[in-house]
């Protein structure tokens, strides 16, 4: 069975220092991989996606991250803080004939100056 | 760009009530799917249908249903509403269930309280 497991349910980081949200997964087969970002109140808003692909990503607001097939790690990296980027940070995993997203528990990141 | 579009965006239910939540997905888009997520709690996976026809189902309660019509949108129904049952509720959707890549967009979602 597929999962995923985020490490840290709370992550502090001062404006301008580097983000890390660490997301582990387990699947039989090569998984589709997802970071998603939820600020307060609004639905889930995708950052980035492995494919199978290229293995670092770049998504959006200047977020990436690496897929480490020997580590089964997908963690999210920024290199600089920025305080809108305070919000809830779900990995998820998809099987590819199963459309279905499994989410981890969720990161809640806080920027403060 | 045309988005996910949920309805009503908050509804507040008494217990043992009926809920119909809509979800109307992009247009094209062929697969919905439906979430919950409870405070706190990451989103879990409750329906999807491909086609007008049910393509995968989750930790879906029997007081629930669910159909996608010949327009794509979809209801779910939830019946004997429990105080449990209160949570944030997504829709998504994507083009072509089955296809690799297919990228699901998610709604802003229908927040239910249950009293």
């Known amino acids: 069975a597929q999962s995923v497991t985020q490490l840290g349910s709370h992550v502090s980081v001062s404006e301008g220092a580097l983000v890390l949200l660490r997301c582990n997964y387990s699947?039989?087969?090569?998984?589709?991989l997802f970071w998603y970002v939820q600020y307060p109140n609004q639905g889930l808003q995708l950052l980035l996606k492995?494919?199978?692909?290229?293995?670092l990503v770049k998504g959006i607001n200047g977020f990436e991250a690496e897929f480490k097939k020997s580590e089964t790690s997908f963690h999210l990296t920024k290199p600089s803080a920025h305080m809108s980027d305070a919000a809830e940070y779900f990995c998820?995993?998809?099987?590819?004939?199963?459309?279905?997203?499994?989410f981890g528990a969720g990161t809640r990141l806080a920027v403060h100056p | 760009a045309a988005g996910v579009i949920q309805s009503p965006r908050h509804l507040i239910k008494e217990k043992r009530e009926t809920a119909t939540l809509k979800c109307y997905p992009i247009?094209?888009?062929?697969?919905v799917y439906w979430y919950q997520q409870g405070p706190g709690q990451d989103p879990q996976f409750l329906i999807s249908?491909?086609?007008?026809?049910?393509?995968d189902k989750g930790s879906i309660p029997d007081r629930f249903s669910a159909q996608q019509f010949s327009d794509y949108h979809s209801e779910l129904n939830m019946s004997s509403l429990e105080l449990g049952d209160s949570a944030l509720y997504f829709c998504?959707?994507?083009?072509?269930?089955?296809?690799?890549?297919?990228?699901?967009?998610f709604g802003p979602g229908t927040r239910l309280t249950v009293l």
């Open positions: 998820a995993v998809r099987l590819g004939g199963y459309n279905k997203l499994i």
């Open positions: 249908f491909y086609e007008k026809m049910q393509s």
């Open positions: 247009p094209r888009h062929d697969t």
């Open positions: 699947s039989s087969v090569p998984p589709y």
């Open positions: 998504a959707s994507s083009l072509k269930s089955g296809t690799d890549n297919n990228e699901q967009f």
């Open positions: 492995y494919t199978s692909a290229a293995t």
